[in-house]
T-cell receptor, first 113, second 116 residues
Framework: DAGVIQSPRHEVTEMGQEVTLRCKPI?????LFWYRQTMMRGLELLIY????????DSGMPEDRFSAKMPNASFSTLKIQPSEPRDSAVYFC???????????FGQGTRLTVV | DQQVKQNSPSLSVQEGRISILNCDYT??????FLWYKKYPAEGPTFLIS?????DKNEDGRFTVFLNKSAKHLSLHIVPSQPGDSAVYFC???????????????FGQGTRLTINP
C-alpha cells in the first residue's frame, strides 16, 4: 500500500484565495483525520470522519474552513478565503477499526502571503 | 483546551544516555496512548503505544510508562542514538460514545536532540 497520500505537498497562495487540500486514505481504513501543525498547539485536530461521516469538527477554527469526504477514498479540506495566519503544515491521517494507531501522510505545507 | 500536554518543548541528551519524554492528559475517557516520532518534512510515524490496562510497554530501546492516577505517561529511550533526534508527539485515544468513534488527540511535541 502507498500509505496516506496528500496533495499538493506545498501550496503558496495569496490572501483571500481559496485553497483546497486533498487526501487519499489507506484503502480499508474507516477513520480519517485532518490535523494542523503549529508551534503553539502541536498537532491540532481539526476534524475527523468515521465511515465518511463527519464526527467531530469542533477543532475547525472558523467558518472559513470546511471538509468533505464524498467517499471512502477521498477527502478535501478547503479554506475560503485564506489568510496569512492559516499558514501551517496540514496533515491527513487514517486508521482502521482494528488498529488504533493512525497513519499519516507527508503533509501539505501551506503558505498564505 | 489542551487535553494532552507536553510541557517540555525541547530536550537535549548525550548519546548513550537515557532520554525521558513526558506527557500529561486531562480527559479520563482516554484509554489508549501512543507516541509518534516526526522528522522534518515528513509525517509523524507511530513508535509505541500502551493500553490503559497496562502500566508499562517495552519495545527494544523504547519503553512507555503509564500512571493512570496521575494521568501521566512517559517515553524512555535507552541508550539514545543520534538517529533518535526528532520531534516526539504524545497522543491519546478513546472511544467517545457520544461521538461514536475513536478520537486521536496529540500534544504539542518535544524536540529531542541527541548530542554525540
Amino acid at each position: 500500500d502507498a500509505g496516506v497520500i496528500q496533495s499538493p505537498r506545498h501550496e503558496v497562495t495569496e490572501m483571500g484565495q481559496e485553497v483546497t487540500l486533498r487526501c487519499k486514505p489507506i484503502s480499508g481504513h474507516n477513520s480519517l483525520f485532518w490535523y494542523r501543525q503549529t508551534m503553539m498547539r502541536g498537532l491540532e485536530l481539526l476534524i475527523y470522519f468515521n465511515n465518511n461521516v463527519p464526527i467531530d469538527d469542533s477543532g475547525m477554527p472558523e467558518d472559513r474552513f470546511s471538509a468533505k469526504m464524498p467517499n471512502a477514498s477521498f477527502s478535501t479540506l478547503k479554506i475560503q478565503p485564506s489568510e496569512p495566519r492559516d499558514s501551517a503544515v496540514y496533515f491527513c491521517a487514517s486508521s482502521s477499526r482494528e488498529n488504533t494507531e493512525a497513519f499519516f501522510g507527508q503533509g501539505t505545507r501551506l503558505t498564505v502571503v | 483546551d489542551q487535553q494532552v500536554k507536553q510541557n517540555s518543548p525541547s530536550l537535549s541528551v548525550q548519546e548513550g544516555r537515557i532520554s525521558i519524554l513526558n506527557c500529561d492528559y486531562t480527559n479520563s475517557m482516554f484509554d489508549y496512548f501512543l507516541w509518534y516520532k516526526k522528522y522534518p518534512a515528513e509525517g509523524p510515524t507511530f513508535l509505541i503505544s500502551i493500553s490503559s490496562i497496562k502500566d508499562k510497554n517495552e519495545d527494544g530501546r523504547f519503553t512507555v510508562f503509564l500512571n493512570k492516577s496521575a494521568k501521566h505517561l512517559s517515553l524512555h529511550i535507552v541508550p539514545s542514538q543520534p538517529g533518535d533526534s526528532a520531534v516526539y508527539f504524545c497522543a491519546a485515544s478513546g472511544f467517545f460514545i457520544i461521538q461514536g468513534a475513536q478520537k486521536l488527540v496529540f500534544g504539542q511535541g518535544t524536540r529531542l536532540t541527541i548530542n554525540p
